[in-house]
C-alpha cells in the first residue's frame, strides 16, 4: 500500500506487556500529527494497547510484535501483527473477542485476519470534519 | 464475530455460576416476563427482579471495561456508574434471537455511554490543560531533583516524586507543547478592581507543604542581604505584579536600571539559596 501522501512510521517491540506503554507512547505521538482530537487520540491509544495484548496472546517467548502507522492527511491506519512461531488452533477470533469489540467501538474499520506469519490487526480512524 | 470471554484479562463471566448457558436461559426468561407484560399480565415484579439479576451478573463486564478508561483522569466509580446505564440499556435492547452474545451485543453500548460521559464532562478540553500543568510539574520536579540529587533525574524519579506514571509523564513533556493551548500567562480577568491573574498562578504546585515554607522561610532570610531598593523593587515585581516600566515610574529611574536592579538582585538571592 505505498501511497505518496501516507507517512508510514514503523515499530517493533517485544511481545511482553511492559513494552506497550513505548508503543502507545510512539502511536499517540504519530496521531497527534494528524488533526486528531484529544478524545481520538486517547481512543487510538486504547485501541493499539487492545491489539498488542491480542497478539502478545498468540506470540511465543521471543515474539516480536510489529506496529506500522500509515498517516494520510485525514486517516490513521495502525497494522499490529506478529508472533513468528504463534499456533493457530480453532477459530482465532473467538479468543480475542472483547478486545476486538473494544477496538471496533473506537475505531472507524477493523480487520483481523490470520497470516503464516502470525495474526494481523489492522485498523483505521479518520480525522472527523470540524 | 463469536467472542468467548476465556481470555486472562477478561471478566470472569463463563465461571460456573454464571456460564454463557446460564446468561441465555436468564435472557429467555426475562424476555418472557417482558412480552407477559406488555400483553397486559398483572405486573408481579419478575420482570423486574430478572432485569436486576442481569446487571448484577454482568456488572463485572461493566467494571473490566470502565478500568480500561480510568487513565483519562475521571473517577472509576463515576466510570462504573455510567457504564452501568449503558449495560441496562443493552439488556433492555438485547434480542435472544439475533444470536450473538450478550457481551458481543452490550460492549458497544457500555463504552458509547462511557464517552458520551467524558464529552459531556468537557473532558476533551480539560485533558490538555492537565498535561500542561503536568509538563510545568515535570520541569519544577527536574530542577528540584537534580539540585538534590546532584544529577539529572530518571523518570522513574520523576514518576515517584509527583505520583504519575512514566507513560504520563514523557506524554506530558513530548506533547504537552504540542496541543494548542491558551497561554499561562493568558490574562483572567479579575474581580472589580483586584487586579488580573494569569493562568499560571492557578497551577498547581506539586509539594505546597512543608517544602515551599521551609523555601519561603530561607528566601526571607536571604532578602536580608539585598539593599532596601533591591527589595522595593522585587516586592513590587513578584508580589504586586507591577511591570518594570511602571517601577521604573515609581522609583523615578530608567527601566534599563529596573531591568539590572533587578536582574543584580535575583542573582544575589540565587546566591544565597544555594550556599544553605
Given at each position: 500500500?505505498?501511497d505518496a501522501t501516507r507517512?508510514?512510521v514503523?515499530?517493533?517491540?517485544?511481545?511482553?506487556a511492559?513494552w506497550?506503554?513505548?508503543?502507545?507512547?510512539?502511536?499517540?505521538?504519530?496521531?497527534n500529527?494528524?488533526d486528531?482530537?484529544?478524545?481520538?487520540?486517547?481512543?487510538?491509544?486504547?485501541?493499539l494497547?487492545?491489539a498488542?495484548t491480542?497478539?502478545i496472546?498468540h506470540?511465543?517467548?521471543g515474539?516480536?510484535i510489529?506496529i506500522?502507522?500509515e498517516?494520510?492527511?485525514?486517516?490513521?491506519?495502525v497494522?499490529?501483527?506478529?508472533?513468528?512461531?504463534?499456533?493457530l488452533?480453532g477459530d482465532?477470533?473467538s479468543?480475542d473477542g472483547l478486545?476486538?469489540?473494544?477496538?471496533?467501538?473506537?475505531?472507524?474499520?477493523?480487520?483481523?485476519?490470520?497470516e503464516?506469519?502470525?495474526?494481523?490487526?489492522q485498523?483505521a480512524?479518520r480525522?472527523e470534519?470540524? | 464475530?463469536?467472542?468467548r470471554?476465556?481470555d486472562?484479562?477478561?471478566?470472569?463471566q463463563?465461571d460456573?455460576?454464571?456460564d454463557?448457558?446460564?446468561a441465555r436461559?436468564?435472557?429467555?426468561?426475562?424476555?418472557?416476563?417482558?412480552?407477559?407484560?406488555e400483553?397486559g399480565?398483572?405486573?408481579?415484579?419478575?420482570?423486574e427482579?430478572l432485569?436486576?439479576?442481569?446487571?448484577v451478573?454482568?456488572?463485572n463486564?461493566v467494571?473490566?471495561l470502565?478500568?480500561?478508561f480510568?487513565n483519562?483522569?475521571?473517577?472509576l466509580?463515576?466510570l462504573i456508574?455510567?457504564?452501568?446505564?449503558g449495560?441496562?440499556?443493552?439488556?433492555?435492547r438485547?434480542?435472544?434471537?439475533r444470536g450473538?452474545?450478550?457481551t458481543?451485543?452490550?460492549?458497544p453500548?457500555?463504552?458509547?455511554?462511557?464517552?458520551r460521559?467524558?464529552r459531556d464532562k468537557?473532558?476533551?478540553?480539560?485533558?490538555?490543560?492537565?498535561?500542561?500543568?503536568?509538563?510545568l510539574?515535570?520541569?519544577?520536579?527536574?530542577?528540584?531533583?537534580?539540585?538534590?540529587?546532584?544529577?539529572?533525574?530518571t523518570?522513574?524519579?520523576?514518576?515517584e516524586h509527583l505520583?504519575?506514571?512514566?507513560?504520563d509523564?514523557l506524554?506530558?513533556?513530548?506533547l504537552?507543547?504540542a496541543?494548542?493551548l491558551?497561554?499561562?500567562d493568558t490574562?483572567?480577568a479579575?474581580e472589580g478592581?483586584k487586579k488580573?491573574h494569569?493562568?499560571?498562578d492557578y497551577v498547581?504546585?506539586?509539594?505546597?507543604?512543608l517544602?515551599m515554607?521551609?523555601?519561603?522561610?530561607?528566601?526571607?532570610r536571604?532578602f536580608?542581604?539585598?539593599s532596601?531598593?533591591?527589595?522595593?523593587?522585587l516586592?513590587l515585581?513578584?508580589y504586586?505584579s507591577?511591570?518594570q516600566?511602571?517601577?521604573?515610574?515609581?522609583?523615578?529611574?530608567?527601566?534599563?536600571?529596573v531591568?539590572?536592579?533587578q536582574?543584580?538582585a535575583?542573582e544575589?538571592?540565587?546566591?544565597?539559596m544555594?550556599?544553605?
Open positions: 500500500m505505498a507517512d508510514v514503523e515499530l517493533q517491540i517485544p511481545a511482553k511492559e506497550v506503554a513505548v508503543a502507545r507512547l510512539a502511536v499517540a505521538a504519530v496521531a500529527r494528524l486528531f482530537s484529544v478524545e481520538d487520540i486517547e481512543d487510538i491509544r486504547l485501541a494497547a487492545e498488542c491480542s497478539v496472546r506470540a511465543g517467548e515474539d516480536p510489529r506500522r502507522c498517516a494520510g492527511p485525514d486517516e490513521l491506519s497494522t499490529v501483527g506478529g508472533g513468528s512461531s504463534v499456533r488452533q482465532v477470533r479468543e478486545g476486538l469489540i473494544i477496538i471496533q467501538s473506537l475505531m472507524d474499520t477493523i480487520e483481523y485476519r490470520a503464516p506469519s502470525g495474526i494481523v490487526l485498523m480512524k480525522v470534519k470540524r | 464475530m463469536t467472542p470471554n476465556t486472562s484479562g477478561g471478566p470472569q463463563d460456573e455460576r454464571w454463557r448457558r446460564r436461559e436468564a435472557f429467555a426468561k426475562f424476555s418472557h416476563a417482558r412480552v407477559a407484560l400483553r399480565d398483572a405486573d408481579d415484579g419478575t420482570h427482579r432485569r436486576e439479576e442481569l446487571v451478573a454482568h456488572l463486564l467494571r473490566f470502565a478500568v480500561k480510568a483519562r483522569g475521571e473517577a466509580d463515576d456508574q455510567v457504564g452501568t446505564v449495560l441496562l440499556k443493552a439488556i433492555d438485547f434480542d435472544l434471537e450473538v452474545e450478550f458481543t451485543y452490550a460492549t453500548t457500555i463504552v458509547g455511554e462511557i464517552k460521559y467524558f468537557g473532558w476533551a478540553v480539560k485533558v490538555p490543560r492537565r498535561l500542561q500543568e503536568l509538563n510539574s515535570v520541569n519544577r520536579a527536574v530542577e528540584r531533583l537534580t539540585t538534590k540529587l546532584g544529577r539529572s533525574p523518570v522513574t524519579e520523576l514518576s505520583g504519575a506514571t512514566q507513560e509523564i506524554e506530558a513533556q513530548e504537552g507543547q496541543y494548542n491558551l497561554s499561562l490574562e483572567v479579575g478592581d488580573a494569569t493562568l499560571a498547581g504546585q506539586d509539594d505546597p507543604g517544602e515554607l521551609e523555601d519561603r522561610a530561607n528566601l526571607e536571604a536580608a542581604v539585598l532596601r531598593r533591591e527589595r522595593i523593587i516586592f515585581r513578584f504586586e507591577v511591570s516600566t511602571e517601577i521604573a515610574k515609581r522609583l523615578n529611574v530608567s527601566q534599563m536600571h531591568s539590572r536592579l536582574q543584580k535575583l544575589k538571592l540565587r546566591e544565597v544555594q550556599e544553605r
